[in-house]
């Protein structure tokens, strides 16, 4: 199994991100998405596919379509520049994504 | 608050040992599943073993089975991670993160900040 993500996204801030997050078995497992920033833990941003952890901003948010989920940030801002990972769990797997990049500027 | 904090990283030759740890704070330790995830420099993140809250199931990546044992104790709030073995690849910084309550180890919620583990001759 495998997930896969662009490697790099870059937008300006203000503008929306999007980061896709691919794999065959999205079709029957949820994506969570944790954010990295330089030198820190991950962080949960989405679980299921689309919910928000209490208290992460509303500028996050998640979809689902087929083998494909999304992660959107609206309105990006500097510091939502970090690696971003989708992960879901397989068959007594744990399946990270590869990683991107977000850069803001 | 929910806290986790690892220890015991360091440098190791190949071939050696090295005993991590994670002393967990601000939840029901004994009621959460536990997991070691890794980063290898510059690298994206891996998973390595799992845990359910009671011990009575484990799960290990192919990368570390019969070299890495992940044990925990719920009366010291505490998460283990043995390593045996040790080769230049598992170099990395290791985390502790929570998964769900019971069995629901995959529902990873929240990481320590890490330690790390300089595996080199």
């Known amino acids: 199994y495998e997930l896969t993500q662009p490697s790099s996204v870059s937008v300006s801030p203000g503008q929306t991100a999007r980061i896709t997050c691919s794999g065959d078995v999205l079709t029957r497992k949820y994506v969570r998405w944790f954010q990295q920033r330089p030198g820190q833990a991950p962080v949960l941003i989405i679980y299921?596919?689309?919910e928000r952890p209490s208290g992460m901003p509303e500028r996050f948010s998640g979809s689902s379509s087929g083998t494909t989920v999304t992660l959107t940030i609206s309105g990006a801002q500097v510091q939502d520049e970090a690696d971003y990972y989708c992960y879901a769990a397989v068959d007594n797997n744990l399946l990270f994504g590869g990683g991107t990049k977000l850069t803001v500027l | 608050e929910v806290q986790l904090v690892e220890s015991g990283g360091g440098l190791v030759k190949p071939g050696g040992s090295l005993r991590l740890s994670c002393a967990a704070s601000g939840f029901t330790f004994s009621h959460y599943s536990m997991n070691w995830v890794r980063q290898a420099p510059g690298k994206g993140l891996e998973w390595v073993s799992s845990?359910?809250?009671?011990?009575?199931?484990?799960y290990d990546a192919d990368s570390v089975k019969g070299r890495f044992t992940i044990s925990r104790d719920n009366a010291k709030n505490s998460l283990f991670l043995q390593m045996d073995s040790l080769s230049v690849e598992d170099t990395a910084v290791y985390y502790c993160?929570?998964?769900?309550?019971?069995?629901?180890?995959?529902?990873?919620?929240?990481w320590g900040r890490g330690t790390l583990v300089t595996v080199s001759s």
């Open positions: 845990m359910t809250s009671n011990s009575d199931y484990v």
């Open positions: 299921k596919d689309t």
């Open positions: 993160a929570r998964g769900g309550n019971n069995s629901r180890y995959g529902e990873i919620d929240f």
